[in-house]
């Protein structure tokens, strides 16, 4: 049994949006598992300091963005996820918030230009067009077929500026891109895995691919 100190540390970014559901369904996956890994909450540079991972959760890019400049955050966060020794999953704002380029709605967003693509903010429309979509994940995570992906004022990867860094892993039958990887650390989700109802597969697959690799 590893001490706490010596355990991996998954950071999920906690300045907005949807943090507390990541947080809850990371931990459900190390209970379950006994994955030697501590979740926590990440809104200060010393917190940030601390993680080998962080989880930028869905919610507004602009307020993210926004609220990093005001508290400092944005340097810290910025050399975090450019560190190819950190795993960082982005999903929705936080897939907005890595990305090197906005097509659109750029204003107010400083994004933290690491995953190397254009993504188009609000890519399906405003709220009312949101939508749940069951997904055949299984050709990146064995035996995942019918994975509820829950799409909410969603982008999409409009661009992939390095095909050789930035692998897409699930495309809509319109050719949308709402998934992808970058490298072995980075992976970005146009949905909200974090809002799947009792569905942590996609969690437990993002700590086993990513942080404890
Ligand atoms: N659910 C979400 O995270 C929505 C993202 C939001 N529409 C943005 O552009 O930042």
Not at 173 to 196: C, K, M, R, W, Y
Request: charge should be negative; hydrophobic fraction near 40%; include cysteine.
């Amino acid at each position: 049994m590893q001490t706490e100190e010596s355990m991996k540390r998954v950071g999920v970014l906690a300045l907005q949006g949807a943090f507390s559901e990541h947080i809850q369904h990371l931990e459900k996956c190390v209970a379950d598992n006994g994955y030697e890994v501590k979740i926590v909450t990440v809104r200060t540079p010393e917190e940030l300091s601390q993680c080998d991972a962080l989880v930028l959760p869905g919610g507004e890019s602009t307020s993210m963005s926004l609220i990093a400049q005001r508290t400092g955050m944005f340097p810290h966060l910025r050399k975090f996820v450019h560190d190819p020794s950190k795993a960082v999953w982005g999903t929705c704002a936080g897939l907005i918030y890595i990305s090197q380029e906005l097509a659109n709605e750029r204003e107010l967003v400083q994004p933290l230009e690491l995953l190397k693509v254009r993504v188009r903010r609000n890519a399906f429309g405003r709220q009312a067009q949101s939508f749940v979509q069951n997904c055949n994940f299984s050709e990146f995570i064995p035996g995942c077929h019918d994975f509820p992906a829950v799409f909410i004022r969603a982008p999409v990867i409009e661009h992939i500026f390095d095909a050789d860094a930035v692998k897409p892993l699930f495309t809509l039958e319109s050719g949308l891109i709402v998934a992808a990887s970058q490298g072995d650390n980075i992976l970005a989700t146009s949905f909200h895995p974090e809002l799947a109802e009792n569905d942590s597969r996609f969690h437990d697959w993002f700590l086993r691919q990513f942080v404890l690799k």
